[in-house]
């Protein structure tokens, strides 16, 4: 799993179109990269790789062109002499080149050739460049020139009401195998928790932490837990990987319906509890999918304390789902549900989550009138859950037809609110019928709904 981002700016496009000066570049060119990259990630991304003196400096509508005397080609030159192009200001993140300087270029190449730089570029003045003439020479001397590298960070949030953040972790040992065999690497990380293996042969490398008892890596899914690393001979051979670890905990488990099958999605909400086994009023509850195939659920990030583990906890119909309120094992009394106790950095798997059955379904149906007591044909009916507060994002349409009839479908338990209304059309006034409120058990087919309403 890659936790870790490298954006290479490539700012030839931009600068093409003159960037307004108002809008200040957001980087501070060379050295804000992630450690570890450069010059590995540079070189190896870059169009094009030389030493050169900026002989001519030329601006005109917002762009700056230079024109190089190449004094040292290494990657992706050929001539003697070329042009790179940037944005005029540094406010658009333009590279300040300067006539007379002496400059370490790495220039992003377009379709047609061109060549581009931008401030967040890794470029440098020749002078300041002697890692990446060390760098260059040693691929010229048969090096490798390859790099896995990343840190190891903990987050210190101990409760979600506490603030987070994130300390680096020295000593971690970390360890790269190859899936030849032949290449096995093992080294710590330093004191800023930042680890690097250099000089690697071409392979496929997993990347293994090993951690200290009670803490753990966070991962979004259970099953992405695996970190690797592709280094080729003549392409990438950089990669970046960092572990974000935890000393809270996990909660993962798997539903299942009476048959044993997976029951259709269903979303899982965990209430943190108080020493009293109550829900905390006014906390937002943790809430995750369960997987449509496998029917398993997985809370990356637990704090310690005790749980209610629930199924549809506000009781909300759906127009496909109609399962009742549940609570883990699989009950529909939350009295007789199993609290659920995690402790620091434990990785807890429960049992089965047995879904009760689906409710029974049942039919509404009626007609809309006009004002004048006539059949209202091609009328939006809607069927709502009455208690819109927490179930707003729930409804169900359907068109009456020329005699104004409806009908619309629902479950048992649930009391829903049936409202009918006109599309609005230009020039033409919007009606709407008083809303018919259901019962909660039983058809209902005789419903009347005259359109009497109007703005």
């Given amino acids: 799993m890659t936790k870790f981002f490298i954006a290479v700016f490539f700012f030839f496009g931009l600068s093409l179109g003159g960037a307004d ?20 990630g540079s070189y190896w991304s870059a169009g094009a790789v030389f030493t050169g003196l900026a002989e001519k400096v030329t601006i005109e509508n ?61 470029t440098t003045l020749l002078k300041d460049a002697e890692e990446d003439l060390a760098y260059a020479s040693g691929l010229e001397a048969g090096k490798f020139g390859s790099r896995i590298f990343g840190t190891v960070y903990e987050d ?77 001979k003549d392409n990438i051979r950089c990669k970046g990987e960092d572990f ?23 979303k899982m909400s965990l209430f943190l509890l108080d020493e009293n086994s109550n829900i905390i009023p006014n906390r937002t509850a943790a ?10 659920y997985f809370f990356n990030v637990v704090t310690a304390g005790k749980y209610l583990l629930s199924i549809n906890p506000n009781n909300c119909p759906s127009p496909t789902n109609g399962f009742p309120t549940m609570y883990f094992p699989g009950v529909a009394d939350k009295s007789a549900s199993k609290i659920i106790t995690v402790r620091e950095g434990e990785n807890l798997k429960l049992e089965d989550f047995r879904i009760l ?33 927490q179930c707003n994002n729930f409804f169900l349409e359907a068109k009456t037809d020329e005699t104004g009839r409806f009908r619309l479908e629902g479950f048992e338990t649930y009391a829903y609110q049936i409202s009918a209304f006109t599309e609005r059309k230009q020039g033409q006034k919007t009606f709407y019928a008083k809303p018919f409120l259901t019962p909660q058990f039983g058809m209902v087919e005789d419903i009347q709904l005259l359109l009497e309403m109007s703005f």
Avoid at 80 to 101: D, I, L, R, W
Avoid at 173 to 201: A, H, L, M
Avoid at 287 to 296: C, I, L, Q, S, W
Avoid at 375 to 387: C, E, G, K, Q, Y
């Fill in 21 to 40: 000066e108002a809008f200040a570049c957001d980087c501070a060119g060379r050295g804000q990269g992630v450690k570890g990259f450069r010059p590995c």
């Fill in 62 to 122: 917002g762009q700056m062109k230079v024109s190089f005397a190449v004094e040292k080609p290494i990657r992706g030159v050929t001539a003697k002499t070329v042009e790179v192009f940037t944005s005029a200001n540094e406010a658009s993140c333009g590279y300040p080149f300067k006539a007379g300087e002496r400059y370490f270029v790495y220039a992003g190449k377009a379709s047609n050739g061109s060549l581009g730089e931008g401030l967040c570029g890794a």
């Fill in 156 to 232: 210190r949030q101990k409760r979600a009401a506490d603030k987070r953040t994130f300390e680096k972790l020295a000593g971690i040992e970390i360890t790269i195998k190859g899936e030849t065999g032949k290449n096995n690497f093992k080294t710590k990380t330093d004191e800023n928790g930042f680890y690097i293996f250099r000089e690697i042969p071409p392979d496929i490398y997993r990347i293994t932490a090993k951690f200290p008892p009670g803490l753990r890596e966070i991962v979004t899914r259970e099953d992405l837990i695996d970190h690797f690393a592709v280094i080729y």
């Fill in 244 to 266: 974000v670890t935890t000393r809270q905990g996990s909660i993962r488990g798997k539903i299942v319906g009476a048959d044993n099958k997976v029951p259709e999605q269903q």
């Fill in 287 to 296: 809430e995750k999918y369960v997987n449509r195939e496998t029917g398993e």
């Fill in 357 to 389: 059955s689906m409710l029974k379904k049942r039919w509404f149906a009626g007609v809309v009138f006009n004002a004048d007591k006539t059949p209202a044909a091609n009328v939006t009916v809607r069927l709502l859950d009455a208690n819109m507060s």
